[in-house]
């Protein structure tokens, strides 16, 4: 029985220390391409950066069940809508006053796909605004491979 209660005591107290969240910080650091990383991990910021981090108190959470089913993460297409097709559109050619990317997939020498990661470099200097007057905007890695996948998948199903 004593033993049985010493048990108890102390996964109650493993608990307690678990649900500590005071100590709780959040880190976050802008890298030389400008975009913002996060990690509750000291360790994981790389060194070059660690003496510009910032550390932040992470605000007590507060857990509600509202019952709603959490959204599925966008598809290739979702996520060109969301990043692209207010001036750009999937396709060969433009379309009212949106800009055709669909050419941008097919090397113009060869006419073969590129590959994701050199489709996802050439969007990223459009996204820094290097091929038009556009403004340039932050866009994440991940965000530009999944553009660069959806477009490659898209030209490869129309050649």
């Given at each position: 029985?004593?033993?049985?209660?010493?048990?108890?005591?102390?996964?109650?107290a493993l608990l307690g220390a678990?649900?500590?969240?005071?100590?709780?910080?959040?880190?976050?650091w802008k890298d030389a391409a400008?975009?913002?990383?996060?990690?509750?991990?000291?360790?994981?910021?790389?060194?070059?950066?660690?003496?510009?981090?910032?550390?932040?108190?992470?605000?007590?959470?507060?857990?509600?069940?509202?019952?709603?089913?959490?959204?599925?993460?966008?598809?290739?297409?979702?996520?060109?809508?969301?990043?692209?097709?207010?001036?750009h559109v999937a396709a060969y050619?433009?379309?009212?006053?949106?800009?055709?990317?669909?050419?941008?997939?097919?090397?113009?020498?060869?006419?073969?796909?590129?590959?994701?990661?050199?489709?996802?470099?050439?969007?990223?200097?459009?996204?820094?605004?290097?091929?038009?007057?556009?403004?340039?905007?932050?866009?994440?890695?991940?965000?530009?491979?999944?553009?660069?996948?959806?477009?490659?998948?898209?030209?490869?199903?129309?050649?």
């Amino acid at each position: 029985m004593i033993r049985m209660l010493l048990i108890l005591a102390f996964c109650a107290a493993l608990l307690g220390a678990g649900m500590n969240t005071g100590d709780a910080k959040v880190f976050s650091w802008k890298d030389a391409a400008g975009v913002v990383h996060y990690t509750d991990n000291q360790a994981n910021i790389p060194q070059a950066y660690r003496k510009k981090a910032e550390a932040d108190e992470l605000p007590e959470l507060v857990v509600v069940d509202s019952g709603a089913k959490p959204a599925a993460p966008l598809t290739g297409a979702g996520v060109f809508a969301n990043r692209c097709g207010k001036c750009h559109v999937a396709a060969y050619e433009d379309k009212g006053e949106k800009i055709a990317l669909l050419e941008k997939a097919v090397d113009r020498r060869t006419r073969m796909v590129l590959s994701d990661i050199e489709l996802a470099a050439v969007l990223k200097r459009a996204a820094d605004g290097r091929y038009s007057d556009m403004p340039g905007m932050e866009i994440s890695r991940d965000d530009l491979l999944t553009i660069a996948r959806f477009l490659i998948g898209k030209a490869k199903r129309e050649k």
